[in-house]
């Protein structure tokens, strides 16, 4: 080897060493930063020439490949509605423009908050990519973008009402029911509210009159103002239906107490069936769990309907496998999206973008998308961050390490330099 070949294989190590703390550099300036994936350096040999036996000379040193380590950061709970990080595999998929070139961008950073516009996106702008699943919980399958902003919940009109009362067995029978004078004509009184097909609030009075012997009627009463064709201040009978209970207090018989309505402005023909328990004869249950007939005051123990009216989004909650529950105005709850993530045969492969995002590659092999918590892919944590796995204990030594080869490659420059300077000095 010569005495100059000397001068470049210690030139390449300085390179090498130089290049190797720029990545040890760039690990401890992204300590802070939020999904980010420290990489490591890599060296090999430079053969050159052949000696006299065959055999190759080194003649220095080159960095090879930088390599990302993906292994799994530190999870830190930020109590932001959309804050999200991945434990295990699996990279968040985004879809817009990083700076200036538009596609598709796969990123661990789950700093997430909604746009002008209502959709879900990254601190760049970029849009996190999902399914919607509407009202129905029919999850869609065709990946896109996740606008939840503009998230609504449409009403849904009251079609079921379920009633458990206890009706005092003491009563006695009032005059003949007067739906002009329910008041005076009924033993006992109570209103609820149902929902019309706009999500309108329509009052329902209820009004229960016993006949003796264990027999009762009611009726269910709405305001004239309230139906089509109606009186304001006139009660018109929506419903109607008899109550039978046996000795022991228990229900018996119920009447089905479907109706018929046509609220103002609304569908017509909207259908309201009434329960109030489980009768002996007419369910085959006990009769005693649900609208019962004992010795004492009248009273409502449960009332349940299974309409709503509209309501808008107004908090979001994440499960693990990703699932987006907006929690509306109108106190319903219902999954409205749930969150890709992106798996890769080699996640090596992949291809730095900057803004802590990547690329797939011929290496990587392409992206498998599908839902969090599926086929080996990570589950999601709500309300946290997963921070740098940088360890900057390791990136210093490492830093010391290569800070210390260079100063040796130097000595290397040196004495050649000086071994060049003796050939020189033989000219004198």
């Known amino acids: 080897m010569s005495i100059s070949s000397n001068l470049y294989t210690g030139t390449s190590g300085l390179s090498a060493h130089g290049d190797a703390i720029g990545v040890v550099g760039d690990n401890i300036a992204n300590v802070s930063t939020v999904g980010f994936k420290s990489s490591r350096a890599g060296f090999s040999d430079i053969l050159g020439g052949v000696t006299a036996r065959g055999q190759r000379v080194g003649v220095g040193v080159q960095l090879g490949a930088v390599q990302s380590r993906f ?29 200036g ?29 999902g399914y919607t699943i509407a009202p129905d919980g029919t999850q869609n399958t065709s990946l896109g973008d996740l606008e939840l902003g503009a998230g609504q919940n449409p009403p849904l009109p009251t079609s079921a009402v379920n009633m458990v009362l206890n009706l005092n067995g003491t009563d006695t029978a009032p005059p003949a029911f007067d739906p002009a004078d329910p008041n005076n004509t009924s033993n006992f009184a109570t209103s609820m509210t149902v929902y019309d097909s706009l999500g309108s609030e329509r009052r329902v009075d209820m009004y229960f009159r016993t006949s003796g012997s264990g027999a009762w009627e009611w009726h269910a009463m709405v305001d004239g103002s309230d139906v ?15 109550l039978q209970f046996n000795a022991d207090g228990a229900l018996d018989v119920e009447t089905p107490g479907a109706a018929s309505i046509d609220f103002l402005g609304a569908a017509p023909g909207q259908s309201l069936a009434f329960d109030f328990g489980d009768a002996i004869t007419t369910d085959a249950g ?19 309907q299974d ?69 080996g892919r990570g589950a999601v944590t709500s309300g946290a961050l997963e921070m740098s796995n940088v360890d900057l204990a390791t990136e210093l030594v490492t830093m010391i390490s290569y800070q210390r080869a260079f100063s040796a490659n130097v000595k290397t420059v040196t004495t050649a330099d000086e071994m060049l300077a003796e050939v020189s000095s033989l000219k004198r």
């Open 71 to 99: 292994g799994q950061g530190s999870i830190q709970q930020t109590g932001g509605p959309l804050d999200m990080a991945v434990r295990g595999d699996g990279f968040f998929v985004l879809q817009g423009d990083n700076a």
């Open 101 to 129: 070139v538009p596609g598709q961008y796969f990123s661990r950073d789950g700093r997430f908050a909604l746009d002008e516009n209502g959709f879900v996106t990254n601190p760049n702008g970029l849009r996190l990519q």
């Open 228 to 242: 089509a064709g109606g009186t304001p201040g006139t009660p018109v009978e929506a419903a109607t239906g008899t």
């Open 286 to 304: 006990t009769g005693l769990t649900g609208t019962t007939q004992f010795s004492g005051p009248s009273s409502v123990s449960s009332l349940n």
């Open 307 to 375: 309409g709503y009216g509209f309501g808008d989004l107004v908090d979001i909650a994440v499960s693990d496998d990703g699932t987006m529950e907006g929690l509306f105005s109108n106190g319903q709850r219902r999954a409205i999206a749930r969150v890709a993530l992106a798996d890769f045969t080699s996640e090596d492969g992949l291809a730095r973008a900057g803004g802590a995002l990547f690329t797939e590659t011929p290496d990587s092999g392409q992206a498998l998308i599908d839902g969090a918590a599926v086929g």
